[in-house]
């Protein structure tokens, strides 16, 4: 797909992935649409990249279907979708409260979901279109104490598989990146900072340049960095070696 002249709407892009995201693909041509909470943030990357700055609330269903109505309202069409927005939260579970999980299930999950619901109809008429969603490796590989975090990821790899193949032969494609650690605000903000020495945090910009690549090809998946990917099927091909393996080295 070419991104030149494609109007791409990127969740989240007030920060981390999504903001390096509106720059790679303001460099690649794209009419952004830009989504974010933060109206400052927000508008400082829709300044700098020529987006458009929509800021809704996604800790409800209603706020997908508001932005998605509101996207198609200042750009016409929405080409491709970048699912990004996100949040995490780390702690033992019976320390989340009932509003926690909704709120992670909702930003994580959900507004996915309704986001895609809401775009899907004009990209199937239009035959072409993009659908990339932001997963995480603790949906891979399982994480303590982020196991509402990894739910909410795992049912977006379930969401993005199936829907994959609900949209063969349709002309759009489906694609889920799976980072492993970025150096972006997400630590600060979910309670706890990360402390491990592996994997290594990369840029925001690298995991940037991967959803580009991955809305050009179509590519279904990718790990950042790559290597995660070896992890994630031993714990497919041999759940009780991964599981030995990390519980002596894993850990969150
Ligand atoms: N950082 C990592 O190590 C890592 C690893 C794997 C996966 N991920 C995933 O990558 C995605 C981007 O995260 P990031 O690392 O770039 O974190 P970030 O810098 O904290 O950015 C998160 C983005 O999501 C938006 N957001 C959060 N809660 C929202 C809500 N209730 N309504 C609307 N927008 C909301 C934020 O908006 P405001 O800033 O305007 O509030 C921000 O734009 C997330 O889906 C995250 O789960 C991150």
């Known amino acids: 797909m070419r991104i030149a002249g494609s109007v791409v709407l990127v969740?989240?892009?007030s920060s981390g992935i999504g903001a390096a995201t509106a720059h790679r693909l303001a460099g690649a041509g794209a009419r952004l649409v830009l989504h974010g909470r933060d109206a400052d943030r927000l508008t400082a990357v829709a300044a700098a990249t020529g987006g458009t700055a929509l800021t809704v609330?996604?800790?409800?269903?209603?706020?997908?279907?508001?932005l998605a109505r509101a996207a198609v309202e200042v750009a016409g069409q929405v080409d491709v979708l970048v699912s990004n927005a996100g949040r995490g939260w780390c702690g033992p579970l019976p320390a989340m409260t009932g509003a926690q999980v909704g709120e992670v299930v909702a930003v994580n999950l959900v507004s996915p979901i309704e986001l895609t619901?809401?775009?899907?109809?004009?990209?199937?008429?239009?035959?072409?279109?993009?659908l990339v969603y932001v997963g995480s490796i603790a949906a891979r590989t399982g994480?303590?104490?982020?196991?509402?975090?990894?739910?909410?990821?795992a049912g977006v790899d379930g969401f993005a598989e199936s829907l994959?193949?609900?949209?063969?032969?349709?002309?759009?494609?489906?694609?889920?990146?799976?980072?492993g650690v970025v150096a972006t605000p997400f630590f600060a903000r979910r309670g706890r900072?990360?402390?491990?020495?592996?994997?290594?945090?990369?840029?925001?910009?690298?995991?940037?340049?991967?959803?580009?690549?991955?809305?050009?090809?179509?590519?279904?998946?990718?790990?950042?960095?790559?290597w995660l990917a070896v992890p994630a099927a031993l714990r497919v091909v041999a759940p009780s070696a991964?599981?030995?393996?990390?519980?002596?080295?894993g850990g969150s």
């Open 11 to 13: 969740t989240g892009a």
């Open 57 to 66: 609330d996604l800790s409800g269903p209603a706020g997908a279907r508001a």
């Open 117 to 130: 619901r809401a775009l899907l109809p004009g990209m199937l008429a239009r035959g072409h279109g993009r």
């Open 143 to 153: 994480v303590a104490e982020e196991a509402v975090y990894a739910a909410s990821k």
């Open 164 to 179: 994959r193949f609900e949209l063969a032969g349709t002309g759009l494609g489906v694609s889920v990146v799976v980072p």
């Open 193 to 226: 900072p990360y402390r491990r020495s592996l994997p290594r945090p990369v840029a925001p910009e690298t995991v940037a340049a991967v959803i580009e690549r991955m809305i050009v090809t179509g590519r279904a998946e990718r790990h950042v960095p790559g």
């Open 242 to 249: 991964y599981r030995w393996l990390a519980a002596r080295f």
